[in-house]
């Protein structure tokens, strides 16, 4: 789009949180994020939680805190219990 500044398609703030158990440590999972109209790329180190942000995302798993929009629309919104 010539001339238009592409606004945030999507916008999510996450929080997921593992306690520690017998065989593991805990992990928490902090996500602010923005991403325009064009590529976005996740990466880190294996266990970093990008799979687990995928998931997220995808609905198969529920984050502890948080909310996604898309172009403006509540897509989730773990306080309101919009999932």
């Given at each position: 789009?010539?001339?238009?500044?592409?606004?945030?398609?999507?916008?999510?703030?996450?929080?997921?949180?593992?306690?520690?158990?017998?065989?593991?440590?805990?992990?928490?999972l902090?996500?602010?994020?923005?991403?325009?109209?064009?590529?976005?790329?996740?990466?880190?180190?294996?266990?970093?939680?990008?799979s687990?942000?995928?998931?997220?995302?995808?609905?198969?798993?529920?984050?502890?805190?948080?909310?996604?929009?898309?172009?403006?629309?509540?897509?989730?919104?773990?306080?309101?219990?919009?999932?």
């Open positions: 789009l010539e001339g238009k500044e592409l606004a945030a398609v999507l916008s999510a703030k996450l929080t997921k949180r593992f306690h520690a158990g017998a065989e593991s440590r805990g992990f928490e902090q996500i602010n994020l923005e991403a325009s109209r064009q590529t976005t790329v996740i990466f880190g180190p294996s266990g970093a939680g990008k687990l942000l995928l998931d997220l995302f995808a609905g198969f798993q529920r984050p502890d805190s948080g909310r996604v929009l898309l172009d403006d629309q509540l897509l989730l919104d773990m306080g309101t219990g919009v999932f």
